[in-house]
């Protein structure tokens, strides 16, 4: 764990209330692109965050020097497994609605999937399909992808969090390479072909 870190943790346990500013500031980006990446981007995303950081407040006295950033992934990994589990409803999409055509059922309402003029303008055509072709990935999977690509976590670190072997999270992020490998087959030879 980089020495600043212990120093700003140090110096909040000792009464300075602003210590934890510059550690919020370093790793609220990594953080919060996790939080977001795992919760698909709904608008729980901030309320995870915030809870995150106040758990992380409220528990520091826990913590054990380690790595400060994982941590933080494995309060919010907790905050969203609980939330998906409290939300979770069984809903089926042939589940009649009802309305003045009688036999409309809740797919029928939905849009179609694909991506909006707004969504393809916000970033690029590329980093939309890998956004696209991580959410294909299973929930285990996903999150080792994320913790290895945007947390730099170790798989040691990710096999703790998802209390699994070294070797079960090995071969999740293996399944998630090969599967996103094949969907983004197409994209990755046009990189090819346009380097010179």
């Excluded at 991506?115 to 999150?143: F, N, R, Y």
């Excluded at 730099?152 to 079960?168: D, G, P, R, V």
Aim: glycine share 6%.
């Amino acid at each position: 764990m980089d020495n600043t870190d212990i120093e700003c943790i140090n110096a909040y346990l000792g009464g300075d209330a602003n210590a934890l500013e510059p550690l919020v500031e370093k790793y609220k980006r990594p953080l919060y692109s996790f939080i977001l990446k795992m919760t698909e981007g709904r608008e729980d995303a901030d309320e995870i965050f915030q809870e995150t950081w106040f758990r992380a407040l409220k528990n520091i006295q826990k913590f054990q020097h380690k790595n400060f950033l994982n941590w933080l992934f494995r309060i919010a990994h907790n905050l969203v497994i609980d939330r998906a589990r409290r939300n979770k409803k069984n809903v089926s999409l042939q589940s009649s609605i009802g309305g003045d055509d009688g036999d409309s059922t809740l797919e029928d309402h939905l849009a179609a999937p694909g991506i909006t003029p707004a969504e393809e303008s916000g970033g690029t055509m590329l980093g939309k399909q890998i956004e696209m072709a991580v959410e294909t990935l299973s929930p285990d999977q996903k999150e080792v992808f994320l913790l290895r690509m945007y947390g730099n976590a170790s798989f040691k670190e990710i096999a703790k969090l998802q209390q699994c072997s070294i070797n079960t999270c090995l071969a999740r992020m293996q399944y998630a390479l090969g599967k996103l490998r094949s969907i983004l087959k197409e994209e990755y030879e046009e990189l090819q072909e346009a380097m010179p």
